[in-house]
């Protein structure tokens, strides 16, 4: 009886480190799930641009990608925090934010735009905010931009679709925002326009902290791997064309 409770035994822990070992790698990743077409939900899921090229990534590296929906405002203090281990939400890579964590390469190049009512040719570039309530998006390089510009009223919004719905009720007078997302805004609501103003160009790339160098390595070749074999460019297509 003793020697098959120890055979039984021996098996046990055998599987037990068998099913440890196959046990895939898990990657918590924070996202803003406010801003399509790169992160948003549907019908309850977060899926978007970002979100497929981050599960994208995971395969290549065989690890199991769990995202967490939170405030933008909220994402690198929470990855500070270590209760993510990285970041990919459209976020750009500025030397403030370089501070404090490390980015990726980066694997989109947006510009900001200005969102207006259809039929206000007032603004033809970003000095003609000056008097303006403009709506921005908290923390976002909309929000750094408008607030350097003397001279303007600036409303800051958690969600780009408070911003957009307050332009629509009169409540601001434009709404600087990414480039793509404000595509998606338009589209979807009559009667706004996307002003001719273009801003400088900004690079998005994902965060992760300083001291995680081996898992930035890891990130960095995997994200080089998706865009060598075709899929990046499969998703680019499905997004923005």
Do not use: C, H, W
């Amino acid at each position: 009886m003793k020697k098959l409770f120890k055979k039984a035994l021996i098996g046990m822990m055998v599987l037990s480190l068998s099913a440890t070992a196959l046990a895939k790698e898990k990657i918590y990743v924070g996202t803003n799930a406010e801003f399509p077409p790169f992160e948003y939900l549907e019908k309850g899921e977060i899926t978007g641009f970002d979100i497929e090229l981050m599960n994208e990534m995971g395969k290549v590296l065989d690890a199991e990608v769990k995202v967490q929906d939170m405030a933008f405002d909220g994402l690198l203090p929470a990855l500070q925090m270590k209760k993510v281990d990285v970041v990919i939400a459209g976020m750009t890579a500025t030397e403030e934010r370089k501070k404090t964590v490390a980015f990726t390469q980066p694997y989109y190049t947006a510009s900001q735009v200005i969102i207006v009512k259809e039929g206000d040719n007032s603004i033809k570039s970003f000095d003609d905010l000056k008097g303006k309530r403009v709506g921005v998006m908290l923390g976002f390089t909309g929000d750094t931009v408008v607030s350097e510009i003397e001279g303007v009223k600036v409303e800051r919004f958690n969600a780009a679709y408070a911003g957009i719905m307050a332009l629509k009720a009169d409540k601001v007078d434009a709404v600087v925002l990414d480039s793509e997302p404000a595509k998606n805004y338009v589209k979807q609501n009559a009667g706004l326009k996307i002003a001719e103003a273009v801003a400088a160009q900004e690079e998005y790339a994902i965060a992760l902290r300083k001291n995680d160098k081996e898992l930035l390595e890891k990130i960095e070749k995997a994200l080089a791997e998706v865009k060598a074999n075709g899929t990046y460019d499969k998703l680019l297509e499905k997004y923005f064309n």
